[in-house]
């Protein structure tokens, strides 16, 4: 399943500068020009930085993994850092690698310009159930009154 990339981007990503150029089901890739707002002290790209892109693109690929009536939430990223980026554009591909009942596993490549891998990782991720709207009275529909 592909969809319209642009709906995604959340305020974070927004404030980073991340832009999601595919996102389907099979694959989802995002770019993002470096700038001194992604730096840390020594002049090169902020690891947390790719912790965010990681978990991302992760999180997209996830939600249209397991229907976009359902929610996701990573429960772990592990994002590795294997190259210093101090210019250009980073691109990331993210792509589906396990799933087993309601968890979810995205792996994603970071790559510079000359395509090098900048940094890599994975992140599970966990499928919630949509919940049943609430009554008017604020219980959910068959759990206990509070006493």
Do not use: K
């Not at 990503?13 to 389907?24: C, F, M, N, Q, Y």
């Not at 020594?42 to 690891?47: F, Q």
Request: with cysteine; hydrophobic share 40%; charged share 20%.
């Amino acid at each position: 399943m592909a969809v319209e990339p642009s709906g995604y981007a959340g305020p974070l990503d927004r404030t980073l500068g991340l832009r999601v150029v595919e996102a389907s089901d099979r694959e989802v890739v995002a770019e993002i020009e470096v700038t001194d707002g992604l730096m840390q002290a020594y002049g090169i790209v902020h690891g947390g930085v790719y912790c965010a892109i990681n978990e991302t693109v992760c999180s997209m690929g996830a939600a249209l993994t397991v229907g976009l009536e359902h929610r996701v939430v990573g429960i772990s990223n592990h994002t590795r850092f294997i190259r210093a980026v101090r210019e250009g554009r980073l691109t990331a591909r993210a792509r589906p690698v396990d799933r087993v009942g309601d968890h979810v596993t995205w792996q994603a490549a970071i790559t510079d310009d000359e395509g090098r891998l900048a940094a890599e990782g994975t992140v599970n991720l966990l499928r919630l159930t949509p919940q049943a709207p609430r009554p008017a009275g604020g219980r959910a529909a068959g759990s206990p009154a509070a006493g």
